[in-house]
């Protein structure tokens, strides 16, 4: 559970900092992130289990 955790905060910071690398103020990549994360979530539901 930890490193899951772990694994998401690095994914946080990393789209931030690609979204800096564009010049896009912070206040929108914040919402690049949540809007990231949550799709993934909503994804892992849905792929098959290989």
């Known amino acids: 559970m ?3 955790v772990g694994v998401e ?3 946080e ?9 564009f010049g896009l103020p ?3 990549i ?3 992130t949540s809007l ?3 799709l ?3 994804l892992e539901d849905t ?3 290989l």
Not at 13 to 21: F, H, K, P
């Open 2 to 4: 930890l490193l899951y």
């Open 9 to 11: 905060v690095m994914a």
């Open 13 to 21: 910071n990393t789209i931030g900092t690609y979204g800096q690398s």
């Open 26 to 28: 912070l206040s929108q």
């Open 30 to 32: 914040r919402f690049f």
């Open 36 to 38: 990231t994360l949550t």
């Open 40 to 42: 993934t979530a909503m």
């Open 47 to 49: 792929w098959p289990v």
